[in-house]
């Protein structure tokens, strides 16, 4: 995964198993696939020692990039003076030696630490501070591990920012245990996530509680509710209604308080309004 130091998002790249790769192996292939839209940006891109080597360091700078990295002393090519350099013993001493473009480093923290470099310059010392048993110590060391330290939380800073989201994938395959998660099973906890807990019985529980307006072109604010008190015969079939079988009913027009059918809301009210209307001539 290729991130930026601050954004934490640039490319990533599946691994989807064992491929044809060049003799550079691995990990130099995946540094050059991934910066593949960067290059000849003069960017600097920073990787640990699984991917650091010498080779990697001059394909990107023959692309326009610059590399740093930590770096494993068995990489072919890294000098043997800085293996077990014997002047480096104490905690804050370091040794630089160049090659070209390329700075290797050798810097004692509470261990020795190796670098790879194309954008330091070996001449460039920054300070360090660390505090051992609740005292201060004042160090120097080389930009290389300056720079690395600076701008290598890229990709943990994106765990970071991804661990705050419902992983489906993670999640599905912590509830399957062995089981093979499909892209049936993918999609099934995608929809869940997205749905948010929504739930169709919910939404009708709350409809039912907010009354529903009477439709367009009727009175204002009648609307049909449950009248206080029993049942009471329905004021449309007992006025208007040529019927015999009168129903009695707890629902009325809360304006008017008359009891009505909810079928009968609206017709009653047309009815009403069609008597108070004035004649034409």
């Not at 051992?132 to 765990?159: C, I, R, S, W």
């Not at 208007?240 to 707890?250: A, I, Q």
Request: aromatic fraction near 8%; include cysteine; charge should be positive.
């Amino acid at each position: 995964m290729l991130c930026d130091s601050r954004s934490a998002y640039w490319n990533f790249d599946v691994y989807l198993g064992r491929q044809d790769r060049t003799h550079h192996g691995l990990g130099h292939d995946v540094v050059m696939n991934l910066t593949q839209g960067v290059q000849n940006s003069k960017r600097h891109i920073y990787f640990d020692n699984f991917f650091t080597g010498l080779p990697l360091l001059e394909s990107l700078l023959g692309n326009g990039l610059y590399g740093c990295g930590t770096v494993r002393v068995n990489r072919i090519g890294f000098p043997k003076d800085l293996k077990k350099p014997r002047d480096v013993r104490q905690r804050g001493e370091f040794k630089v030696l160049q090659k070209d473009a390329v700075v290797a480093t050798v810097w004692k923290d509470k261990r020795l630490i190796y670098h790879l470099s194309t954008l330091s310059q070996p001449a460039d010392i920054r300070d360090a501070r660390r505090r051992v048993l609740g005292n201060h110590l004042e160090l120097q060391q080389p930009h290389t591990v300056y720079a690395y330290n600076k701008f290598m939380g890229g990709v943990d800073l994106h765990d970071q920012f991804r661990a705050k989201y419902n992983n489906a994938v993670q999640a599905a395959t912590r509830r399957t245990k062995k089981r093979r998660f499909t892209n049936l099973n993918f999609r099934e906890v995608l929809l869940m996530d997205l749905i948010g807990g929504y739930s169709k019985k919910h939404r009708a529980v709350v409809e039912q509680v907010q009354p529903p307006r009477v439709a367009d072109g009727n009175q204002g604010l009648h609307v049909n509710v449950h009248l206080p008190g029993g049942k009471t015969t329905c004021k449309y079939h007992s006025r208007f209604s040529k019927t015999t079988n009168t129903p009695r009913v707890v629902y009325g027009c809360a304006v008017c308080l008359v009891h009505l059918c909810k079928e009968c809301h609206m017709p009653y009210h047309e009815a009403v309004h069609a008597q108070r209307a004035p004649a034409r001539p």
